[in-house]
């Protein structure tokens, strides 16, 4: 069930200059009070909402920040779709200059595609989404896009290890007014934005990197959200385009375009 939300929007005030620093240096220096347990209940309204859904859609705009050598912040761009039958269903696509994408899972066997390679792989993993996104992070090495937002149980796998919760107010992300809340563990820190009402969804996620230099982040910002009857158009199934070329899974690093990293980055140049 929804255990909290708040439709009011907290009172917001404008500085000039200096004096706007010094107000917000102060409140997110503030010792924390209800306003922790505020967030903590919001996530967890949010984590049970997206439970709750059997099927859920959406489209998606990511960066991904890398640090050269020589200091320099570089961001990649990229964007998809997701589509989500629980407990075992899942769709999704990404396109970015350098890749195209599109990995189906029907609950048995997860197929993945680069297009601009016309080529695949297949590998069984039979068993829920939560255990295709567990299977990819660390046995493939692949994860999908905002893994963490995907799951059954969200609440419990984004607050593992937060050491510190602030409740920042109120926020717009592309027109659905929001709210903002931040969280801090020893490695990363991580902001997210909930819409607010009685569909408490993710609107932005923003994780940063706090232990590498620069502290580049991951932003991933969904828009045409939805849930429930509709949502879902995918069947779910596979079938390889005409002339792809099907391979090994032992093979799955060779599909550039299934790597984070354009062709011209390389790991002696970025962090």
């Given at each position: 069930?929804?255990?909290?939300?708040r439709?009011?929007?907290?009172?917001?005030?404008?500085?000039?200059g200096?004096a706007?620093?010094?107000?917000?240096?102060?409140?997110?220096s503030?010792?924390?009070?209800?306003d922790?347990?505020?967030?903590?209940?919001?996530?967890k309204?949010?984590?049970?909402?997206?439970?709750?859904?059997?099927?859920?859609s959406?489209?998606?705009?990511?960066?991904y920040e890398?640090?050269?050598?020589?200091?320099?912040?570089?961001?990649?761009?990229?964007?998809g779709?997701?589509?989500?039958?629980?407990?075992d269903?899942?769709?999704?696509?990404?396109?970015?200059?350098?890749?195209?994408?599109?990995?189906?899972?029907?609950?048995k066997?997860?197929?993945?595609?680069?297009?601009?390679?016309?080529?695949y792989?297949?590998?069984?993993?039979p068993?829920?989404?939560?255990?295709?996104?567990?299977?990819?992070?660390?046995?493939?090495?692949?994860?999908?896009?905002?893994?963490?937002?995907?799951?059954?149980?969200?609440?419990?796998v984004?607050?593992?290890d937060v050491?510190?919760?602030k409740?920042?107010?109120?926020?717009?992300?592309g027109?659905?007014?929001?709210?903002?809340?931040?969280?801090r563990?020893?490695?990363?820190?991580?902001?997210?934005?909930?819409?607010?009402?009685?569909k408490?969804?993710?609107?932005?996620?923003?994780?940063?990197?706090?232990?590498v230099?620069?502290?580049?982040?991951f932003t991933?910002?969904?828009?045409?959200w939805k849930?429930?009857d509709?949502?879902?158009?995918?069947?779910?199934?596979?079938?390889?385009?005409?002339?792809?070329?099907?391979?090994?899974?032992?093979?799955?690093?060779e599909?550039?375009?299934?790597?984070?990293?354009?062709?011209?980055?390389?790991?002696g140049?970025a962090?």
């Amino acid at each position: 069930m929804i255990v909290a939300f708040r439709t009011a929007t907290k009172p917001r005030h404008r500085l000039p200059g200096p004096a706007a620093a010094l107000a917000i240096c102060l409140a997110l220096s503030s010792p924390a009070t209800a306003d922790e347990n505020d967030a903590r209940a919001l996530l967890k309204g949010m984590s049970e909402y997206l439970a709750a859904q059997k099927t859920i859609s959406l489209s998606y705009d990511s960066v991904y920040e890398v640090v050269s050598k020589d200091k320099q912040k570089l961001q990649l761009a990229s964007s998809g779709t997701v589509e989500l039958s629980r407990p075992d269903r899942i769709h999704v696509t990404r396109s970015s200059g350098f890749a195209d994408i599109e990995m189906v899972f029907d609950g048995k066997t997860v197929s993945m595609i680069d297009k601009s390679e016309n080529a695949y792989v297949q590998a069984e993993v039979p068993g829920s989404v939560d255990n295709l996104i567990d299977q990819l992070r660390e046995k493939f090495h692949r994860p999908l896009p905002a893994a963490d937002l995907l799951g059954s149980n969200v609440y419990d796998v984004l607050m593992a290890d937060v050491t510190e919760v602030k409740d920042l107010g109120s926020g717009v992300i592309g027109g659905t007014e929001c709210d903002h809340l931040a969280f801090r563990t020893k490695e990363l820190d991580w902001q997210i934005w909930i819409a607010q009402g009685d569909k408490p969804y993710p609107c932005r996620y923003v994780i940063t990197t706090t232990q590498v230099d620069q502290a580049p982040q991951f932003t991933f910002q969904m828009r045409e959200w939805k849930a429930g009857d509709g949502a879902v158009s995918s069947d779910f199934s596979f079938k390889p385009p005409e002339g792809a070329k099907a391979m090994d899974v032992a093979a799955l690093k060779e599909l550039k375009g299934l790597n984070e990293l354009p062709g011209n980055f390389s790991t002696g140049d970025a962090q």
